[in-house]
DNA sequence: GCCTTGAAGTTACCG
DNA sequence: ACCGGTAACTTCAAGGCG
């Protein structure tokens, strides 16, 4: 019987001759790309009763007999750290679970029905810890190729792979990018109605354009599904792909009469979970999906994205209309930059594969997601696909989902900031707070003590305020979870230090322990989420409690020996850099309250106003570290932006002021005068939800109205791009028009932008120094040192 | 009827 | 469909004044 070890891309399954089938698709050790089919799992849940009696197992197997039933077992299991009695109930068929549910749901006896919503092919994973984006051992013995599968071999398993451990190496994967282009005269593109004209198609070996035939997409339509059968690809990327470019080319395809049979199964690429398209036996990836986390990049185009991440710089990259393409591919001359305008998106589409998939990678075989859902997944599921993993290992049964009315509970602390500018200031942080909070004092759905309950004080945590009860043993579920994360991060962490960064073992684990964090992070906020199966209210207020107490006895303490607090949130303080102390104060934390904290950074200078959550610091290596403040804002015109960052470099570099109001004049002189570029002048603005659902007629909800009106497709989630024009009433909203409608800046309300964006965000830091408006409007040079003082 | 004021609605940030 | 805390904008309606 022959031992293979394959790496795992894609699980899917089918029920072939009555038994399910789980398939699980891959590479092997060799870059055979191969499936290995397991059909030896069946379907099952659980429903928990107060004791096992014979009468119920009966009654179990009469209501379930018409569901293919194979076997009614009884089981000791635990719910919430509780032993439970249950029966588990084994099915032949996974598409008959939900309606086996039902019925058992109606049994008077039976309490709770459980994980009858954990899709079969999750369930195949999770019962035997097989992990999508790793390498697994399997016995084999050699199948039948069905005809129309696109692998190089067939295998039936004997039982369940088993994961290779340590064995993070990544096989060589063909990893394809493409990215279409719509006709699109009269707007937005129609898939009833519009061809694609154009498919990119980028990948190792080089970029190829497939073009359509004037207006005809057939043979388009051929050739691009010709091209993925030949290239074989393990990887498929787009960008927006699962929203636009796949549900587009599946409908022209369909119009065609044509069958897009791109999977390695041999059928079309197919909705599924999270909204992500499943390309069978290949990871169908939208790096979309990664880039919306990026919340860095504002309006997260792929031009803006590949920027960002070093890919394609702007400057070196064909850039037209898109409203426009139609123009392009109409006119022959024009014709060509559209081409190069395809060519430029899916290189950059390819060049975002290499920064963004080994990161996705990790994160995939942590969560048990496969590589194209982990992306798709939102973060409360990939959190809670963890648990459940982590679940089955504890014997703990997975809560349903319910719907729960939301409710709030008390947060985090922010410390009033000095204002001013000062000079050495170091930040002092916790590391991994909450979850380390939760570690340490057990916190967790089961180990809740609820109000009524006696327990002796000592064998209980009882958090500040708030005054929770947690049971100080056995160790709840989040504890064990956490201090597992935890620990494979700092394994990981150790070893890196052994390595070179510049090899592929280093840049891979470097993710994997980044991976690790963010799931880390994220579980806190998880347990607060009224939508979660785990989800507990005390869990998440006691750890918010017990992070309130620990920042303040720092603070406490920090003032104890001398140390000038300026500024803290949530896990932070800010305090001048005396060494000493510094270094006294961590002890304190680290000896008295059982805490890691580290000096994060340190400031040469620092400058606060009033505010909360705004200020901006010189680091030691000159950088300029700007937070919370209108610059890092997307919701800012680029002018105010840059004017800001400007006014702030200014003020921390050269510490001068009027400086910085004559730079302002100058750029408001500038702006006047007609020799600002209109783009710089656009306004961004979400839109959070349906058009019909807004109260108030905000700027952006104005033009996002002008925007339907004139034919676009506009959705919620949008980014809408304004500029406030002259022309319209008194309100802001009623001048407020789509940037692209808006043609010279002689239609710009330049006043508008003066008084509402850049001298805003310049007296934000200006202000503190006695600047006022005038200052700025003037007509004179300089203000006098009277007028500061003054 | 006009002007001021503050609440409400809205977005995007911090950690 | 991860959390609460926060700043700041625009709109809109209530309240004050005459």
Redesign the pocket.
């Known amino acids: 019987m022959p031992i293979i070890e394959f790496w795992i891309l894609d699980v899917s399954y089918d029920v072939v001759g009555g038994v399910p089938e789980v398939r699980m698709w891959g590479v092997d050790r060799a870059g055979r790309k191969i499936v290995v089919l397991d059909r030896g799992f069946r379907p099952y849940f659980y429903v928990v009763v107060d004791e096992h009696r014979g009468e119920y197992e009966e009654a179990l197997r009469k209501a379930l007999s018409a569901y293919t039933l194979l076997g009614v077992e009884a089981v000791e299991k635990k719910y919430f750290g509780k032993p439970v009695k249950a029966y588990k109930l084994t099915l032949t068929n996974p598409r008959l679970v939900p309606r086996a549910r039902e019925s058992a749901a109606r049994l008077k006896f039976v309490r709770d029905v459980l994980e009858a919503d954990i899709r079969f092919y999750m369930r195949y994973m999770v019962d035997n810890g097989v992990l999508p984006s790793t390498w697994h051992l399997a016995e084999v013995e050699e199948a039948d190729k069905p005809r129309q599968w696109r692998v190089d071999a067939v295998y039936l398993a004997k039982r369940p792979p088993e994961p290779v451990e340590d064995d993070r190496s990544i096989p060589p994967l063909k990893t394809l990018a493409f990215d279409i282009e719509c006709y699109n005269r009269y707007g937005e593109p129609d898939p009833e109605r519009d061809p694609v004209i154009i498919i990119g198609v980028a990948e190792e070996e080089g970029v190829k354009l497939y073009t359509a035939d004037n207006h005809s997409d057939r043979e388009l339509l051929r050739s691009f599904t010709e091209h993925v059968k030949r290239s074989d690809p393990d990887i498929i990327v787009g960008y927006n792909s699962n929203r636009f470019d796949w549900p587009y080319l599946l409908e022209r395809a369909s119009k065609n009469h044509l069958k897009l049979a791109v999977t390695r199964a041999g059928g079309q690429p197919a909705p599924s979970v ?2 992500h398209i499943s390309v069978t036996g290949r990871a169908n990836v939208d790096l979309y999906d990664y880039a919306e986390e990026i ?1 860095e990049v ?1 309006v997260k185009s792929l031009e803006n994205v590949a920027e960002y991440l070093g890919v394609m710089r702007r400057d070196e990259r064909t850039i037209i209309d898109p409203n426009l393409i139609y123009r392009y591919w109409d006119d022959p001359e024009k014709r060509p930059i559209l081409l190069r305008y395809a060519e430029d998106d899916v290189k950059s589409t390819y060049g975002l594969a290499g920064k963004i998939l080994p990161f996705g990678i990790e994160l995939s075989s942590i969560v048990g997601l496969t590589l194209d859902q982990v992306f798709a997944a ?4 990939r959190v809670e696909w963890h648990l459940i993993r982590q679940a089955y290992r504890y014997g703990e049964l997975v809560p349903n989902r319910v719907e729960r009315r939301y409710e ?5 602390i ?1 410390l009033k900031p000095k204002p001013g500018v000062h000079e050495n200031i170091a930040v002092i ?1 916790f590391s991994s707070m909450y979850p380390n909070i939760m570690i340490r004092y057990n916190i967790s759905p089961d180990t809740y003590v609820p109000p009524g309950e006696e327990v002796d004080e000592s064998e209980v945590w009882i958090a500040p305020e708030v005054g929770h009860r947690f049971r100080k043993s056995p160790p709840g579920f989040y504890k064990k979870v956490l201090e597992r994360l935890l620990e494979a991060r700092r394994r990981i962490k150790e070893k890196l230090r052994e390595l070179d960064p510049e090899t592929p073992e280093y840049r891979i684990l470097d993710e994997r322990q980044r991976a690790l964090k963010v799931i880390a992070n ?1 579980t ?3 347990c ?4 979660a199966r785990w989800y507990k209210r005390e869990v ?1 207020e006691a750890t ?1 409690a017990w992070g309130r107490m620990l920042i303040k006895k720092t603070i406490e303490y920090a003032r104890k020996i001398g140390l000038e607090v300026i500024y803290g ?4 303080v800010f305090v001048n850099y005396d060494p000493e102390k510094v270094e006294e104060l961590i002890r304190y934390v680290e000896e008295k309250l059982g805490f890691d904290v580290k000096v994060d950074k340190v400031y040469k200078k620092v400058f606060f ?1 009033e ?4 200020y901006c610091g010189l680091l030691e290596d000159g950088r300029i570290d700007v ?2 403040l209108e610059a ?4 800012w015109a680029e002018i105010s932006k840059e004017v800001q960052e400007k006014v702030i470099e200014i003020i921390l570099r050269e510490g001068d002021p009027w400086k910085a109001v004559e730079y302002v004049k100058k750029v408001i002189e500038d702006l006047r005068s007609g020799r600002v570029p209109l783009e710089k002048l656009i306004i ?6 349906d058009i019909e659902d ?7 909800v104005v033009a996002a109205k002008q925007l339907a009106e004139a034919g676009y497709r506009v959705r919620r989630g949008m ?1 809408i791009g304004y500029i406030v024009t002259r022309k319209g009433g008194e ?4 001048r407020a028009k789509p940037f692209f409608l808006v043609k010279t800046i002689d239609e710009v309300d330049v006043d508008y932008y003066i008084r ?1 964006q850049i001298i ?1 965000a310049a007296l ?1 830091i200006l202000s503190y120094f006695g600047v006022k408006e005038e200052h700025i409007l003037g007509g004179g040079r300089q203000a006098s040192l009277i007028d500061f003082l003054g």
Do not use: C, F
Not at 378 to 381: I, L, P, T
Not at 528 to 531: D, I, K, N
């Open positions: 999270y909204g919340y504002k939102s973060v409360g599921n709030t509970y008390r947060g985090a922010v942080d994220a806190y906020g998880y607060g989420w009224s939508g998440a918010t949130d949530t896990d932070s106003t505010a909360k959550k705004r937070v919370g890092v804002r997307g919701d961004w603005k979400t839109l959070t939800k807004y109260e108030v007629d905000a700027p952006h980014k309100k802001v909203s009623s509402r805003p934000r």
